[in-house]
C-alpha cells in the first residue's frame, strides 16, 4: 500500500518555508526522499532510518517518527531551484530491501 | 548526473513491435531496478535484480521481459505491448540490497515510450 503524501501541491515565493509529509500504514524500516523536475531524472534527497534520527542537507532537513509511520521533509528559506516534485519511497525491510513503495508525490512551485 | 544511462531516451511503436529498453549503471553497484512512471501516478516498481538473479517481479505482464546479464547493465524487452503501457521507464541502482542504507537508489533519465 502506498504511503500518502500531503500536501499535493504548495506554491512559494523565494524565501518561504514549506513542510511535507508522508505517511504510511505499515511499519517502516526507512523512507527515502526525492525530487524530480519536469524531464529529468528522480533526483536522491536523503534517508532516514529507523529511529526516529532527524538529517539534514543545506536548507533542506527531514524527520522521521517512527510511532506515527510518518516523515515530514523540511525546506527553509527556499529557492528557486527547490521548484519539482517531491516523492517520498517507504522501505518495510526484512525480505523487501531496495522495494521501495513511493507516494503520489508533492508539487512544489517557487516564485521570485 | 551520467552514473546511470538510459538509451534510448524516446521511442515510439506500434502494438505489433518487438522493442527493448538499455540501462548502464557506471557506479560499481550491484543492484538494479526497473520502474514505470505514467502521468499523474506514483512511480511503481517493476523489477528488482541484486547480483544479477531477479529478486522482485510486481506483478508485472508478462510482455514486459527484463535482462540483466551483468552488475552493471540492465535490460527491458518490450513486445506486443498496449497503448496504456505508454510511460517514462526510469531505471535505477543501489549498492546492493542489505539495507543500512546500502539500498539508496540512483536513477537514470528514463526512456519516454509511446505504443500507438
Known amino acids: 500500500q502506498q504511503p500518502v503524501q500531503s500536501p499535493q501541491a504548495v506554491i512559494l515565493r523565494e524565501g518561504e518555508d514549506a513542510v511535507i509529509n508522508c505517511s504510511s500504514s505499515?511499519?517502516?524500516?526507512?523512507v527515502h526522499w526525492y525530487r524530480q523536475k519536469h524531464g529529468e531524472a528522480p533526483v536522491f534527497l536523503m534517508i532516514?532510518?529507523?529511529?526516529?534520527e532527524q538529517k539534514g542537507h543545506e536548507k533542506i532537513s527531514a524527520s522521521f517518527n517512527e510511532k506515527k509511520q510518518q516523515s515530514s521533509l523540511y525546506l527553509t528559506a527556499s529557492q528557486l531551484s527547490y521548484s519539482g516534485t517531491y516523492f517520498c519511497?517507504?522501505?518495510?525491510?526484512?525480505?523487501?530491501?531496495?522495494?521501495?513503495?513511493f507516494g503520489q508525490g508533492t508539487i512544489l512551485t517557487v516564485h521570485p | 548526473e551520467t552514473g546511470v544511462t538510459q538509451t534510448p531516451r524516446h521511442l515510439v511503436m506500434g502494438m505489433t513491435n518487438k522493442k527493448s529498453l538499455k540501462c548502464e549503471q557506471h557506479?560499481?553497484?550491484?543492484?538494479m531496478y526497473w520502474y514505470k512512471q505514467s502521468a499523474k501516478k506514483p512511480l511503481e516498481l517493476m523489477f528488482v535484480?541484486?547480483?544479477?538473479?531477479?529478486?522482485e517481479n510486481n506483478s508485472v505482464p508478462s510482455r514486459f521481459s527484463p535482462e540483466c546479464p551483468n552488475s552493471s547493465h540492465l535490460f527491458l524487452h518490450l513486445h506486443t505491448l498496449q497503448p496504456e503501457d505508454s510511460a517514462l521507464y526510469l531505471c535505477?541502482?543501489?549498492?546492493?540490497?542489505?539495507?543500512?542504507?546500502?539500498?539508496?537508489?540512483?536513477f537514470g533519465p528514463g526512456t519516454r515510450l509511446t505504443v500507438l
Open positions: 519511497g517507504t522501505e518495510i525491510g526484512g525480505t523487501s530491501y531496495g522495494k521501495l513503495t
Open positions: 532516514l532510518l529507523k529511529g526516529g
Open positions: 535505477a541502482s543501489s549498492q546492493d540490497l542489505t539495507g543500512v542504507g546500502t539500498d539508496t537508489q540512483y
Open positions: 535484480y541484486n547480483f544479477k538473479e531477479q529478486t
Open positions: 505499515k511499519a517502516l524500516y526507512s
Open positions: 557506479l560499481g553497484h550491484n543492484a
